[in-house]
């Protein structure tokens, strides 16, 4: 029964992940992912990894990918361009999935990850803690590349930060230069000439 589980979202999730690459709608390009992770989800449960699982509901589905969605939906994203050039480089996009495909199928196939090189997870006691186990392994054996992730991250979302607070698409106001404002900067008086209220055709007319 485990098998046949594990098949049912490998599957649904090995679809979904190709629904997202290949739909043209944004949104529901975001629901198939939403579908993936889910998936995803699934196999962790099956591998014991019930943290991880739930993590990956909470934080990518419940959070991520509701601003996610969010953003596609409120932005107008004009459809038609992304349409143009489908056809022209379908040729190149078959010819690099299929390379991706056949690495991905000598680095993860068989002889590396098979049952008789990986055995299956065996069963843990009731009393076994998942969220402790992996607190043990970023905080000691990876707690280096775990620290480089997050000033990495750090930095990323200081640039993102800057990038959009840019003087030139800065919208906020500056209290100095408004209080240096002058009348002569913001009012312009124009002289006229005031035109006459009765034209010569006008007074023939009377």
Same mark, same amino acid.
């Given at each position: 029964m ?25 949104v529901?390009?975001?629901?198939f ?22 993590t ?11 601003? /996610? ?13 992304? *349409? ?10 078959? /010819? ?7 690495e ?5 196939g068989?002889?590396? /990850? ?26 000691t054996?990876?707690?280096y590349?775990?620290e ?9 979302i ?8 840019r ?9 100095? *230069? ?29």
């Amino acid at each position: 029964m485990e098998h046949i589980i594990f098949y049912c979202l490998a599957a649904i999730l090995l679809f979904a992940a190709t629904m997202v690459v290949t739909v043209r709608n944004p949104v529901r390009a975001t629901l198939f992912l939403i579908l993936a992770f889910f998936s995803s989800a699934g196999v962790w449960l099956l591998l014991e990894a019930e943290f991880l699982a739930l993590t990956l509901v909470l934080v990518y589905v419940g959070a991520v990918m509701v601003l /996610f969605l969010f953003v596609v939906m409120m932005l107008d994203i004009d459809l038609a361009p992304l *349409q143009e050039g489908f056809t022209k480089y379908l040729p190149l996009g078959m /010819f690099v999935a299929a390379l991706i495909t056949i690495e991905m199928i000598a680095v993860l196939g068989a002889n590396h /990850f098979g049952l008789d090189v990986v055995p299956s997870p065996s069963p843990h006691p009731a009393d076994y803690s998942n969220t402790r186990e992996i607190g043990l392994l970023l905080y000691t054996v990876y707690v280096y590349p775990f620290e480089i992730a997050s000033v990495i991250l750090t930095v990323a979302i200081v640039a993102a930060i800057t990038l959009t607070l840019r003087q030139k698409n800065s919208k906020s106001q500056d209290i100095s *230069q408004q209080v240096k404002v002058r009348r002569e900067d913001r009012v312009r008086i124009v002289k006229m000439q005031s035109s006459p209220t009765k034209t010569k055709e006008q007074e023939a007319q009377l």
